[in-house]
T-cell receptor, first 108, second 113 residues
Framework: KNEVEQSPQNLTAQEGEFITINCSYS?????LHWLQQHPGGGIVSLFMLSSGKKKHGRLIATINIQEKHSSLHITASHPRDSAVYIC??????????FGKGTKLSVKP | EPEVTQTPSHQVTQMGQEVILRCVPI?????FYWYRQILGQKVEFLVSFYNNEISEKSEIFDDQFSVERPDGSNFTLKIRSTKLEDSAMYFCASREDGNTEAFFGQGTRLTVV
């Protein structure tokens, strides 16, 4: 049973488009991480949020606690945004359960 | 900006050999983790470490795996007798406390031949 589900699995966009990636999670996860993984493999933390909304540059993350749903938005997308975006939720001990990731490709 | 560093970035080893993957977590962080990602699959939790002992481990983390914090800065993952299926990207992560953001290293790509 996968406790963190993401959609879509793959996403292709034209440069400049507004992008949304969705994540649903199960009971027992109190906060959500959004992470970015580039083709080289390294993982970069983008956000951790447990309520409301956070913004960093062109990235916006929102979370709805009641619906156990979070979204990552990218405004004015750029080819350099091409990466795998992963949501992950911490269990009680703090270790993360990962979603399968959304592979984003932004075409110029 | 403080970061988690991992060495080596790539490691190729013969099946049956022991490997040690090294991590230097962010200095004021207290919680340490190892994760792995088999090619094409999602990231999986291996083990968490707090207060100089394992706090949780997954079923993947069997007797061939061990972790150690030999000094105040390094956090190591040892695989005693590597198997082909241990080939994966191994990530170290650290957190200041149990409720804060996790920071990841760049990973060690382990290839067992």
């Amino acid at each position: 049973k996968n406790e963190v589900e993401q959609s879509p699995q793959n996403l292709t966009a034209q440069e400049g488009e507004f992008i949304t990636i969705n994540c649903s999670y199960s009971v027992g996860i109190s906060a959500l991480h959004w992470l970015q993984q580039h083709p080289g493999g390294g993982i970069v933390s983008l956000f951790m949020l447990s309520s409301g909304k956070k913004k960093h540059g062109r990235l916006i993350a929102t979370i709805n606690i009641q619906e156990k749903h979070s979204s990552l938005h990218i405004t004015a997308s750029h080819p350099r945004d091409s990466a795998v975006y992963i949501c992950a939720g911490p269990r009680s001990q703090g270790n993360l359960i990962f979603g399968k990731g959304t592979k984003l490709s932004v075409k110029p | 900006e403080p970061e988690v560093t991992q060495t080596p970035s790539h490691q190729v080893t013969q099946m049956g050999q022991e490997v040690i993957l090294r991590c230097v977590p962010i200095s004021n962080h207290l919680y340490f983790y190892w994760y792995r990602q088999i090619l094409g699959q999602k990231v999986e939790f291996l083990v968490s470490f707090y207060n100089n002992e394992i706090s949780e481990k997954s079923e993947i983390f069997d007797d061939q795996f061990s972790v150690e914090r030999p000094d105040g800065s390094n956090f190591t993952l040892k695989i005693r007798s590597t198997k082909l299926e241990d080939s994966a990207m191994y990530f170290c992560a650290s957190r200041e406390d149990g409720n804060t953001e996790a920071f990841f290293g760049q990973g060690t790509r382990l290839t067992v031949v």
